[in-house]
């Protein structure tokens, strides 16, 4: 009961902070075998994120695979959690949270055992003097490494609200490379390299 109480009130506040910030887009951006998924909300995906949102013991999961809006998360209700298991086949354990497009009516359900909340604004390009609570996404530079590795040359990174990546590869011959990744969870594949005079 107490546990259960805790889960309430983490989640009044973090509704409370999604309120105040007038945050209503999210997106999955971390999913580690049923241990952990993240979600982030933000106002421009472009740039970064400002919220994420972490469940953990993940049992079953009832989510957009791309960019969806929610105003409110909750518990869910018996009815709901009776409906779910029509189709979930009783792997809905632990808690069900019921994250609510009030002004659609559109819901999307996580069974999971444990709910935390971050509020940190990540950063999608490389930044200098970082404030408290700010950060830059580790796949910033893990894409900066993996290029450096597959062309041996400094690169630039340009990404758009699609997650399509622009590099400019500085080569010998001065910026003539360019590349495009296209940035999934957890993967990463690059196309054709093209060559321009440089």
């Known amino acids: 009961m107490t546990f259960y109480k805790n889960i ?19 997106y999955i951006i971390k999913y580690d075998n049923s241990e952990k998924l993240i979600l ?16 953990t013991n993940v ?10 809006k929610i105003n409110k998360i909750r518990l869910a209700k018996n009815d709901e959690i009776k409906k779910l298991q029509e189709f ?4 809905n354990e632990g808690f069900t949270f ?25 950063y999608y390009y490389k930044r200098a003097n970082l404030k408290e609570n700010e950060k830059i996404a580790d796949w910033v530079k893990w894409e ?7 062309t ?14 622009q590099v400019t590869v500085r080569t010998l011959r001065g910026y003539g490379e360019i590349a495009r990744i296209y940035k999934k969870v957890k993967t990463y594949t690059t196309s054709k390299w093209y060559n321009f005079p440089g």
């Open 144 to 150: 900066k490494v993996f290029l450096i590795q597959q």
């Open 98 to 122: 019921c994250l609510e497009d009030t002004y659609y009516d559109n819901k999307f359900y996580i069974s999971a055992n444990g709910f935390e909340f971050k509020v940190q604004t990540v």
């Open 88 to 91: 979930s086949y009783g792997y």
């Open 152 to 165: 041996g040359c400094d690169a630039s990174i340009k990404k758009d609200r699609f997650f399509l990546v």
């Open 40 to 55: 982030a909300g933000s106002f421009d995906f472009s740039y970064y994120h400002n919220l994420e949102i972490i469940f």
């Open 59 to 68: 049992s079953f999961i009832l989510l957009p695979g791309s960019v969806f």
């Open 8 to 26: 309430k009130q983490k989640l009044e506040s973090f509704q409370n902070d999604i309120d105040t910030m007038n945050i209503e887009d999210f």
